[in-house]
């Protein structure tokens, strides 16, 4: 059993630790999870149940934030 | 210039039971660098600024987001649906910006043409309902069709953004007989957006007697930004109270000014 997964984060495929929480997965990136929005597996988790969802093998991450547009 | 459209008696700007001072509001995209982008907001007095939802770059997660250029309790933010071909895309994009804990007001695009984007009305008609269900504001851009209009006040939508020109062209208001149409014929706010490229394009549209404007390119792709933010909070101003003041009737002969008594033999 090795202890990283393979999940798409943003689209791109990316191995982060096994069990790892939403939570987490941002504090690895240094992301202040007040500063995205977090949609798993096409559901948006809100920021108090972050910790409560872990990710798991082929999940779908998306991380979004507002960024200059028209 | 505020004065003067007071003494007007000028109608509050209200969009979705909020009321605002400023009827120009604002994009932030396509500028050179936040700071220009900051200095030409605020040179152009705008309240409302747009903002789009896009991925967190990994690779750069230092680089913040527009929010950490802007203000949010400084400035009211719009969150768009820019980008979206398809209702549903559209509804995803809307509850990502909400969930982003600012408001609940949307400016909706579904675009049906990716060379002219222009919008696709079946899809923002579908887009729109669902959304006005959910209990977000909708603020659609859509084309100048008073029919699409209606149909999207009737969904529910807080306001009507029909558009001058197509985004990002600059060729101004090329139908203000279609926009004047769907103002009178509308009882939610219309408020013009895309295709405004300077300030006499603003003028000429707030004296249709729209409720008022949304920009982007023109300030950000402007030689000097915040100069023609300025040009263009001056030219709306301008415009709206030209048209509270009533222009004066079109005459195809002359009329002296002067009196024509008291001439020198």
Known sequence: MTDTIDITLNGERRAVTRGVTLLQLLASLELDPRAVVVEHNRTIVRRPALSDVRVAPGDAVELVHFVGGG | ?265
Request: with cysteine; aromatic share 4%; hydrophobic share 45%.
């Open chain 2, 1 to 265: 210039m505020a004065t003067a459209v007071e003494t007007l008696r000028d109608t509050p700007f209200t969009i979705g039971g909020r009321t605002f001072h400023s009827r120009l509001m604002v994009g932030t995209g396509k500028y050179q660098d936040n700071e220009t982008m900051v200095r030409a907001v605020e040179a152009s007095g705008a309240e409302i600024v747009t903002v789009a939802v896009r991925r967190v770059d990994l690779d750069r997660t230092k680089r913040a987001g527009v929010l950490y250029h802007l203000d949010p309790k400084r400035y009211f933010l719009l969150a768009n649906t820019a980008g979206c071909a398809t209702a549903q895309d559209a509804v995803r994009y809307a509850r990502l910006a909400r969930e982003a804990g600012f408001n609940e007001f949307v400016k909706l695009e579904v675009i049906g043409d990716q060379e002219t984007l222009l919008p696709d009305v079946q899809g923002l008609l579908e887009a729109a309902s669902i959304l006005v269900r959910e209990g977000f504001k909708v603020l659609a851009y859509t084309n100048e069709d008073l029919v699409a209009a209606l149909r999207l006040e009737d969904a529910g939508c807080a306001a009507v953004m029909p558009l001058a020109s197509p985004i990002g062209s600059g060729l101004g208001l090329l139908n203000p007989y279609s926009v004047r149409t769907i103002k009178r014929r509308l009882q939610v706010p219309v408020v013009v957006d895309a295709g405004v490229g300077t300030a006499s394009d603003a003028c000429l549209t707030m004296e249709q007697g729209v409720d008022g404007i949304l920009m982007n390119t023109a300030l950000a792709a402007a030689r000097d930004p915040v100069a023609m933010a300025h040009a263009m909070r001056l030219a709306v101003e301008a415009g709206r109270t030209a048209y509270l003041a009533g222009r004066m009737a079109r005459r195809e002969v002359a009329v002296p000014s002067s009196p024509l008594e008291g001439m020198l033999d």
